[in-house]
């Protein structure tokens, strides 16, 4: 699993500033996951992405926050407008392409990244 | 909706005692439970994981049980040792090819020397 890579490791914004974290996931993983986990608590799914397709967003906030996993480059988890209560850190997973009759695949989290709004 | 109950929030044994650690599930689809180590600024770290057509694992000193028909899992950690002292987090996801994973509120396991 050290083959996820989150940059940046640590993001400083003011209120009202955007923030984007990328995420690279392991050399030939197609599924990208992002999770949050807000200080002394557990990790909650956000957002579900192949290449150029969101497949499940249901955890992610409908204002302020999007996702992107292009066919080119590192997944974006982009949040405009941050506020005191979006500090957490993100972390990002990812999991291989899935072959016919597989049931799950491990998914292999990055290092994340810590976002602290002042 | 999918949830994972996890108990307790914390606790604290005597190093090479065991430790317990319980989960619940409440989707029925869940057919995959990884257990994930987290140590302070880390990232999770799977240490072990069980599927549905399975009651029983174990890894050295670490062994998952699981009960789909009470939707009971859990994690026994035996002679503790002081590098054993982390965050654990059970999980669960729903069956599919690729599904997010539901995690528990986790537990913070100390070990007292």
């Known amino acids: 699993n050290a083959g996820v890579m989150q940059n940046p490791r640590h993001l400083v914004r003011r209120r009202g500033q955007e923030a984007r974290l990328r995420c690279s996931p392991v050399k030939g993983h197609s599924h990208v996951y992002w999770y949050r986990q807000l200080p002394e608590e557990g990790l909650k799914f956000m957002v579900y992405l192949q290449k150029e397709n969101i497949i499940d967003e249901s955890g992610m906030p409908k204002e302020r926050f999007s996702a992107e996993f292009p066919k080119e480059g590192p997944s974006i988890l982009r949040i405009q407008q941050v506020v005191r209560g979006d500090s957490a850190a993100y972390f990002c997973?990812?999991?291989?392409?899935?072959?016919?009759?597989?049931?799950?695949?491990?998914?292999?989290f990055g290092p994340g990244t810590r976002l602290t709004v002042l | 909706g999918e949830n994972v109950e996890q108990h307790p929030s914390t606790l604290s044994v005597q190093e090479g005692d065991s430790a317990v650690i319980k989960c619940t599930y409440s989707d029925s689809a869940s057919n995959y439970f990884p257990w994930y180590k987290q140590e302070l600024g880390k990232r999770p770290q799977l240490i072990i994981d069980i599927r549905s057509n399975v009651g029983e694992k174990k890894d050295q000193r670490i062994a998952v049980t699981l009960n789909k028909t009470a939707k009971h899992f859990s994690l026994h950690i035996t002679e503790t040792q002081p590098e054993d002292s982390a965050v654990y987090f059970c999980?669960?996801?729903?069956?599919?090819?690729?599904?997010?994973?539901?995690f528990g509120s986790g537990t913070r396991l100390s070990i007292r020397p």
């Open positions: 999980a669960a996801t729903p069956y599919s090819s690729a599904s997010k994973i539901i």
């Open positions: 997973a990812s999991s291989p392409r899935q072959n016919s009759g597989a049931l799950y695949n491990e998914q292999f």
